[in-house]
């Protein structure tokens, strides 16, 4: 076989790995079809079309070339911008104050606690102001390694609702009216003021499509009914574009789209099946109150117990 017949070969089976792909995504929710090309899966088939044109030039072969083409032109047309580099840092910060968050879904199985306190904060590296995490299964072997961050004698102050959690160097007051087992709300005193924070974990849309809209329902009502500047990080299990993530775009800005870059996805993590595998789709976040503005955000990497990956950020008060 000659290199013309290889690049043939690879052109044809990139330009069906892109159909293919193409079709999971539609299947995945015909009723969200555009929410759904959102998915970082979307890039994978993409690029997969492009290496059938590539291919396909380098064989002379105009069908792969023309079905690998169109599927990644198309994919990448419906590509929301959020999806995009974020470039949108907002207003520059009050007198240099900026507040480190991390959101994190732990995974209830996971009690590898140091390597989650490891890859919160580097060695060297200062705590981050505010921890929301998720999926909890141990809360007391979590917050020692995690309170352990903040030096000898420091005060840690918690909120927690099932396996929903919140820690803080600054004081902590909830679970506040409206938490309940997918998320709690607490009232975190910051030298800005009080501001309403938010740690949630809602249910996957392809198991169960109303409970994900009924858990975003009362997540969305108790912010409201809290009221004030918010902070909400939460493992969302749905794409960016989705109908969950939509519903939390009019309440608060999404700092890795705002502040990132790349694709930024979050799972699978480390240890989903025990594969390693690398991150492809991006399901958690974390959004703030647009008084607030995203600075930096990153999902983090590294050896931790957990399926999915943390999303750092640094945000500053605007003033506003």
């Known amino acids: 076989m000659g290199a ?23 299947a995945l929710d015909p009723a969200h079809v555009l929410a759904r090309l959102s998915l970082p899966f979307a890039p994978q088939a993409a690029l997969a079309g492009g290496i059938a044109v590539l291919a396909g030039a380098l064989a002379r072969r105009r069908a792969p070339m023309l079905l690998g083409g169109g599927i990644a032109l198309g994919l990448l047309l419906a590509l929301p911008p959020a999806l995009g580099p974020g470039l949108g840092l907002g207003p520059g910060p009050v007198g240099g104050e900026e507040v480190r968050v991390v959101t994190f879904s ?48 420091a005060r840690v102050h918690v909120c927690r609702e099932g396996a929903q959690m919140a820690i803080s160097r600054w004081p902590l007051d909830g679970p506040l009216p409206g938490s309940r087992g997918h998320f ?5 005193e910051s030298p800005w003021g009080r501001i309403t924070v938010a740690s949630a974990h809602i249910p996957k849309a392809l198991r169960a499509a109303a409970p994900q809209a009924v858990s975003m329902i009362h997540l969305i009502g ?32 999404d700092a890795f789209a705002a502040a990132g870059w790349g694709w930024g996805p979050t ?24 008084t607030f503005a995203p600075r930096a955000a990153r999902v983090l990497r590294g050896a931790s117990g957990s399926d999915h990956r943390p999303v750092a950020a640094m945000i500053a008060p605007t003033g506003g």
């Not at 749905?238 to 608060?252: Q, S, T």
């Open 4 to 26: 013309r017949g290889a690049a043939a070969i690879l052109a044809w089976a990139a330009a069906l790995g892109a159909v293919a792909w193409a079709v999971v995504l539609l």
């Open 106 to 153: 732990h995974r209830t199985a996971n009690r590898d606690h140091g390597a989650t306190a490891r890859l919160i904060a580097p060695a060297g590296a200062p705590p981050p102001d505010l921890i929301l995490l998720q999926e909890v299964g141990d809360p007391a072997g979590l917050l020692a390694a995690l309170g352990a961050l903040y030096g000898p004698g």
């Open 184 to 188: 709690v709300l607490c009232a975190l």
């Open 222 to 253: 108790a912010l409201e009914a809290a009221g004030g500047p918010r902070i909400v990080g939460a493992d969302f299990n749905a794409p960016p574009g989705a109908p969950a993530v939509r519903a939390m775009e009019g309440l608060g800005i």
């Open 267 to 290: 799972f699978p993590g480390p240890a989903w099946k025990g594969l390693g595998l690398p991150g492809l789709i991006r399901i958690d976040y974390l959004f703030v109150d647009p």
